[in-house]
């Protein structure tokens, strides 16, 4: 069965500050690979998503993901924090062959901004 | 375009009532599927629908129970309540099966 590690639970940076989030992944073949984002009381937003293809893929609000077949991660990376950013961050897999909608996701790990 | 809208946003229950929860996808959008999140287990896929038929199920009990209409707009049902069963609720929409998800602001039930 798939499955999705997000080891850190809560981060904090600076505003201007670059961010990296973890996500490790658990499936015998090329999974799809998802990553989502969201804010207190509202659903998920897509940030950004891989099927195949170029490894590194960007998405929208400057996100962008590194597809590492060797270690099993998709993390997510930004340049440069906004306060706005400050959110709790899924990362999700979908099983080849099946649809993007049945997604397991991780624990999510919350991001806090400091100004 | 509007959004995917779920109805009611809140919702108190007791134990051993049943409650139905709605959503009206984006127009368009044929796939519908259902979240639970909850801070213990996480998000939690229930179960997708594509042109009136149920495509995909996850791991929960009969209790759980959905369905989709001809004009795409889904409902769920949980009948008898179980303390457990308090969570976020979370429809998502799209168009088609690799098709990014749309996500509704969820419905929160709560059991007492």
């Known amino acids: 069965a798939q499955s999705v590690t997000q080891p850190d639970i809560h981060i904090t940076v600076s505003e201007g500050a670059s961010l990296e989030l973890r996500c490790n992944y658990s499936?015998?073949?090329?999974?799809?690979l998802f990553w989502y984002v969201q804010s207190p009381g509202q659903g998920l937003q897509l940030l950004l998503k891989?099927?195949?293809?170029?490894?590194l893929v960007q998405g929208i609000k400057g996100f962008e993901a590194e597809f590492k077949r060797s270690q099993s991660s998709f993390n997510l990376r930004k340049p440069s924090v906004h306060w706005s950013d400050a959110a709790e961050y899924f990362c999700?897999?979908?099983?080849?062959?099946?649809?993007?909608?049945?997604?397991?996701f991780g624990t999510g790990t919350r991001l806090q901004v400091t100004l | 375009k509007a959004g995917v809208t779920q109805t009611p946003r809140y919702l108190i229950k007791t134990r051993g009532q049943q409650v139905t929860l709605s959503c009206s996808p984006i127009?368009?959008?044929?796939?519908v599927s259902w979240y639970q999140q909850t801070p213990g287990q996480g998000l939690q896929f229930l179960f997708e629908?594509?042109?009136?038929?149920?495509?995909n199920k996850g791991n929960f009990p009969g209790r759980f129970s959905g369905r989709q209409f001809s004009n795409s707009r889904s409902e769920m049902n949980v009948s008898t309540l179980e303390l457990g069963d308090s969570a976020l609720y979370l429809c998502?929409?799209?168009?088609?099966?690799?098709?990014?998800?749309?996500f509704g602001s969820g419905t929160q039930l709560s059991v007492l």
């Open positions: 998502a929409s799209s168009f088609g099966s690799l098709e990014k998800l749309f």
């Open positions: 499936y015998g073949a090329t999974p799809y």
């Open positions: 891989y099927f195949s293809g170029d490894t």
């Open positions: 999700a897999v979908g099983a080849q062959g099946g649809t993007a909608s049945k997604l397991t």
């Open positions: 127009s368009g959008h044929r796939s």
């Open positions: 629908y594509f042109s009136e038929t149920q495509r």
